[in-house]
Structures are given as structure tokens and as C-alpha cells.
């Protein structure tokens, strides 16, 4: 059986303390690279497993080097899904797989809205379980514990936080982000976060949330697209004081290498059932504010946030039926032909269309057109102020709407400039 680098490194004292003293280097060149990631050029150590690397992004969970040495000998909690994957030798790896490979004592796991293997539908409560392949704990963090527990903590020294977000302040693994970082904080345990690239970091845009529109899909004052990493939001939500808690919190972010914000990245698993590819992702912060309508946004297709439609819009070209999907089991309008749009050759945006909403509206032929989500409409939730159904409702266009949008903007993106760790 072959032994893990780490259980070779055990057996000779003398080379763990050659391995520290270079790891000690590794780690001062990280602070570096938490600057100016897209500089640092990572060699792998003959430790671990090694890769040919030509200046490709490599996400955190790629940078081992950096982040093993923190767990050894330490009770470890992984808070991911199937999107904590590292890709080694021409090969995929689970996190949690290459964890335990490396003799990291992995207590537990615990895991977003959609599950561990992230294949449960949006919305739909995930209980906690056992990980077949493991046999580990995995606790849910998704319907009534989105927070870890204190006891949840007890048997945990640190919490290892990868999970791929895609930079929409209405995607919920932030929100999921908060709480650990919350919980963490106030049980005195340490938070890494192994950063990965953000697919809509390119550009910020959106309303920014209002206080009284909190809920779990916006959490911060935040717009809807923040050109943000998940580790760099991490900083921003501990340095902004967002986690309301008396202690300090022990954080710290494991950078990307080779990144820049203007970096195209194509994600190497969906993050999640209904954002099938980069296309889906690219329009999911425009096509999403669908949710909270009687529009469907293309779940129960192949085709989801790439297309919308209804059975009540008049003078739309493209049609299209939804059925029960995996991800998708109870669509909007299952089994109804739908009439609305194909977004699908739409040039890669670097801002949020309100127009396929806007048509929409004038078009809808059928009331109530916003969906309500118990005292609030379900739309202004998502855009963090009810203006931008109001605006829409009084005829404004998309051009005047997003005129007023740009004074919270420039207030945001100084904040966001403090905790940037790549160049944009």
C-alpha cells in the first residue's frame, strides 16, 4: 500500500524539518501572492503530487503547499460540495478525498443548499447524512441549521471553507459563508478559505441591498454583482464588522495563482443542478430576477438561465416546454408550452440586462406578474429594494434605472477596493 507523503515525512525527523523550514518559504511567499496572486509561480513539492503547471489559474485547493502544513495534527471541518474538486496529474480529486490521502484528520463535513454531491433541487431542505465513500458525518447547512452549532464545533480545531461561487449576491453559498464565519467566531475556531476564481468577477453591478430586503439570498449591502472572489468577500465581511459578534475572528484566505479579475475562467463542474455551463453563468444575474415573477427561467430544460418564458406572454418568438428535470423536479409551468426568448447567442455581458425583464413586464398578458415570498414581493429580495419593480412598473427604462444605481456603486466598490487580493 503506498504510503501518503505526510506518513513518509513522519518516519524521518530530519526531512519533516527540511520540509518545514521550505514550507516556512511557501508561506512567506504566499503573503506575496495574497497581493498580487497573478504574479506568484507555484513549483510543487516532491512532498505531495505533482502536476505540470504552464501558468494556468490554479485555485487554492491546487496551492496544497500553502494550506497542508496548517492541518496537520489539527481536527479538521470541511464546509463544500462538488465543486471542492483539485485537479492533479491530469486527474480530478474531491477535496475531502485528497485531505484524507494526505493523512488530515477530516472530523466532518458540511455542506450548502443542494447538498455534498449537489444534485438537491434550489430551495429544497437537505438533511444531514453519512458520506458513503467516506463514511464522515456530513452536517447540513441548509434548512432549519444554515449555521453550525457550537456542539457542531466542539471536536473541530479549524473550518476549511471551498466551495465555487459565482459572484451574485442572491447565490447562497455567501450566505452559507457568513454563518460559518459567524459560528467560528464565536466558538474560537479558525476559518481558511481556499479561494477559487469568480466567473462574473469581471464587472460590479446592480442595485445594493437595502437593509430591510435582508433575507438568506442577500445578506450584505452588497450589489447583485460584486467582482469579488468568495476569500476576498470573506475579508470584506470580516473587515466590515458584518458578523455582529463580540470575538475576533481567526481568518485567513489561500490564494488563487495566475489571477487576475479580468481572467477568463471555465468552470471545471456546474456549481450547481441549474447552471449547466459558462453561458448559464454568465447570464444567471440578469435571467434569475425572473424568479421572482411568473416567468419561467429555464428550469425544467437543458437550456436553464440561458432562456425564459410563459404561457402568458404575447409577441415572443421562441417556445419551449418545461418538464420535471433533475435539479428541476417542479418547474414553473411544468408540462405548459412557453412563449419568450433564447438568450443562448448572446454575447458574454459585463453588465445586468434589465431589458429581458422589462419586455417581459409589458408583455405579460396574465396578473399577478411578481411573485410574492411571505410579506415581500420575491423580486425584491432578490434586487435588495423594491425601486426596481417600482421603476419598472412606472415605465422607467433600463438606462434610467441603472442611473440610479451608480451613486451606491462608487460608495461600494471603495469598500470592495480594501479587500481586493488580485489585480483588476
Known amino acids: 500500500m503506498t504510503k501518503s507523503a505526510y506518513a513518509i515525512l513522519k518516519e524521518n525527523n530530519n526531512m519533516l524539518k527540511i520540509f518545514v523550514k521550505y514550507t516556512s518559504i511557501a508561506l512567506l511567499i504566499g503573503s506575496c501572492a495574497s497581493i498580487n496572486a497573478q504574479e506568484t509561480t507555484r513549483k510543487p513539492k516532491s512532498t505531495v503530487e505533482k502536476q505540470t503547471i504552464k501558468e494556468r489559474i490554479l485555485p487554492a485547493a491546487e496551492n496544497f503547499d500553502l494550506y497542508l502544513p496548517k492541518l496537520i495534527g489539527k481536527k479538521i471541518g470541511v464546509v463544500t ?33 443542494h447538498g455534498f454531491r449537489g444534485d438537491a433541487d434550489a430551495g429544497v431542505k437537505v438533511n444531514s447524512s453519512k458520506d458513503a465513500k467516506t463514511g464522515l458525518p456530513i452536517v447540513s447547512l441548509y434548512g432549519n441549521n444554515r449555521k453550525p452549532t457550537s456542539s457542531q464545533l466542539t471536536d473541530i480545531d479549524i473550518l476549511l471553507f471551498d466551495m465555487q461561487d459565482v459572484g451574485v449576491r442572491f447565490y447562497t453559498y455567501i450566505s452559507t459563508l457568513h454563518y460559518v464565519m459567524q459560528a467560528a467566531a464565536e466558538s474560537n475556531k479558525k476559518v481558511i478559505v481556499l479561494d477559487r476564481p469568480n466567473p462574473n468577477g469581471h464587472y460590479v453591478d446592480g442595485p445594493v ?95 436553464q438561465f440561458q432562456v425564459y418564458g410563459s404561457p402568458h406572454l404575447k409577441n415572443m418568438p421562441f417556445q419551449y416546454t418545461p418538464v420535471s428535470k433533475p435539479g428541476a423536479s417542479e418547474p414553473k409551468f411544468k408540462n405548459q408550452r412557453c412563449y419568450g426568448e433564447d438568450l443562448r447567442d448572446t ?34 429580495q432578490l434586487a435588495g429594494t423594491d425601486e426596481l419593480r417600482k421603476q419598472i ?12 444605481w451608480q451613486k451606491d456603486l462608487e460608495k461600494f466598490k471603495t469598500i470592495r477596493a480594501k479587500y481586493l487580493i488580485y489585480r483588476d
Not at 82 to 107: A, P
Open 393 to 404: 412598473e412606472e415605465g422607467w427604462t433600463a438606462e434610467q434605472i441603472k442611473a440610479t
Open 347 to 380: 454575447p458574454d455581458l459585463d453588465y445586468i440586462n434589465l431589458d429581458w425583464l422589462i419586455k417581459a413586464y409589458q408583455n405579460n398578458t396574465k396578473q399577478p406578474f411578481w411573485t410574492k415570498n411571505g410579506k415581500h414581493f420575491w423580486i425584491d
Open 81 to 113: 460540495n462538488q465543486t471542492g474538486i483539485l485537479r492533479l496529474n491530469n486527474e480530478t480529486i474531491h477535496l475531502v478525498d485528497f485531505l484524507l490521502k494526505n493523512e488530515v484528520n477530516v472530523i466532518k463535513i458540511f455542506s450548502p443548499e
Open 209 to 303: 441591498m437595502k437593509p430591510e430586503f435582508t433575507s438568506f439570498v442577500g445578506m450584505h449591502p452588497v450589489p447583485i454583482v460584486y467582482g469579488m472572489t468568495i476569500g476576498e468577500y470573506a475579508q470584506m465581511i470580516d473587515g466590515e464588522g458584518w458578523l455582529d459578534v463580540k470575538n475576533k475572528l481567526d481568518l485567513e484566505v489561500i490564494p488563487i495563482a495566475h489571477y487576475t479579475h479580468r481572467s477568463k475562467y471555465s468552470l471545471p463542474v456546474k456549481p450547481s443542478p441549474n447552471l449547466p455551463n459558462d453561458k448559464s453563468i454568465n447570464l444567471y444575474p440578469s435571467v434569475c430576477l425572473f424568479e421572482g415573477t411568473l416567468v419561467n427561467e429555464g428550469r425544467g430544460t437543458d437550456m
